[in-house]
């Protein structure tokens, strides 16, 4: 080999060894309870006060699936529910910091049959804001985080 040959390969096993580093990896894809592989998610049923919580978990969900590559139509297992909150309340006295729940009720068919209910509550504090206004957005933000969360917890123990 030559001094130039032997230069380009080591630059081409420097630039794998880096390329192997990235932090790209294959995913496992899902295996859910029931042995399906794949999950279509209908609208969450809203039985709150807040407009968008049942979309932002639906969507929440749809996305998880998305990045198993486990989401899409003819999927043999189908993910439904409801989705509700508590008023929020003071989380310590003088109210400068207000506590909000979201209740998500899961359940996992597949092949039309009913594999799993599950009850997921997750809760958040958030800071009430200078008004009603700013008090709002922050509790829709922390309501939407939950929702991010309990999809996870819905996916997890959907899994076999």
Do not use: H, W
Not at 87 to 95: K, L, Q, V
């Amino acid at each position: 080999m030559t001094r130039g040959s032997e230069t380009g390969v080591a630059l081409l096993v420097a630039g794998l060894v880096a390329a192997a580093g990235c932090g790209y990896q294959v995913s496992a894809g899902l295996k859910l309870r029931g042995g399906a592989e794949r999950a279509a998610v209908r609208p969450f049923e809203n039985l709150s006060t807040d407009p968008s919580v049942g979309v932002a978990v639906t969507a929440a969900l749809r996305e998880a699936l998305a990045r198993r590559g486990a989401s899409g139509d003819g999927a043999r297992a189908l993910i439904e529910g409801e989705v509700s909150t508590d008023p929020a309340a003071p989380s310590f006295g003088g109210g400068a910091t207000q506590r909000v729940a979201l209740m998500v009720k899961a359940r996992l068919l597949v092949d039309g049959k009913l594999v799993l209910e599950r009850l997921f509550r997750r809760e958040s504090d958030f800071l009430a804001g200078a008004d009603a206004l700013e008090a709002e957005a922050r509790r829709a933000q922390a309501l939407r985080r939950l929702a991010g969360e309990a999809a996870r917890d819905v996916l997890s123990a959907f899994e076999e």
